[in-house]
């Protein structure tokens, strides 16, 4: 027998997973995680309550770590390559995508061919305090955050990358109909907060410690805190 449906919290759980598919990046990828080396800096701005972490070295390195592994000669085997050739058609459109906003788009594809650090994403659901039972069809609050962050490492500027997309950015939000932001105070930092269609609020990525950070969810106030005092990490 299958449950009654249950609008509200039917709504919370698409919520997480829109706030989730924020990182779909990550997702081709998820089966070199396990290969990958572990280097602690990358897990500097996950905190040990996540639900869940993923860390991903950076393209740059794939073809060195991977050469001479089963996963190389599995991804490029015949039976990938639509997939393959799908994703390469994507990242080009985002290129072109870049361009035409005036986005420094060769910056981004140095990253992708010079970076050697790691990604990591993490999500954390505070499933305590979650609010799963309302009344008069009142959405549930859902309390999550959401952080990703790319280690420093002396094959890219990272601040570069940071400053391109602040001010790309900022651009856009210059134009008419351009969503709210806000200030978001973190130790003696002041990070930028865009809001998203559903009230959820995520910062402009931005260089902490080293890192390109971005923090995304229901309180990045107290987010961007916890994670910038590195307390209780991952």
């Known amino acids: 027998m299958r449950p ?3 609008p509200p919290i ?11 598919n924020q990182a779909r990046f990550a997702v ?12 602690d800096a990358a897990f500097r701005f996950a905190p040990k ?37 799908m994703m390469g058609k994507a990242m080009e459109q985002a290129m072109a995508g870049m361009r035409g906003s005036g986005f420094d788009a060769d910056l981004v594809e140095r990253m992708l061919a010079d970076y050697q650090g790691d990604f990591t994403l993490s999500i954390a659901v505070d499933w305590a305090k979650a609010d799963l ?3 008069d069809g009142e959405d549930p609050s859902l309390p999550f955050a959401i952080t990703v962050a790319a280690a420093p490492h002396p094959s890219f500027d990272l601040a570069a990358l940071a400053t391109a ?25 002041r990070l ?7 009230g959820m609020w995520g910062t402009i990525p931005a260089i902490v410690d080293g890192h390109l950070v971005m923090f995304y969810g229901t309180d990045v106030e107290a987010q961007a805190t916890k994670a910038i ?3 209780d990490r991952f």
């Open 10 to 20: 039917d709504r919370a759980l698409d919520r997480l997973a829109n706030a989730m």
């Open 133 to 135: 039972v309302t009344m």
């Open 165 to 189: 997309i602040d001010g790309g950015v900022r651009k856009l939000l210059e134009e008419p109909g351009a969503p709210k932001t806000k200030e978001v105070p973190a130790g003696e930092l």
């Open 49 to 85: 309550d996540a639900t869940l972490v993923l860390r991903m070295g950076a393209p740059a390195r794939w073809k060195k770590d991977f050469a001479d592994t089963a996963m190389a000669k599995m991804m490029s085997a015949p039976a990938l390559a639509p997939m393959m050739d």
């Open 4 to 6: 009654a449906p249950n």
């Open 192 to 198: 930028t907060a865009v809001a998203d269609e559903d």
């Open 229 to 231: 005092e590195g307390k």
């Open 28 to 39: 081709p990828f998820l089966a070199l995680l396990a290969l990958a080396p572990a280097q």
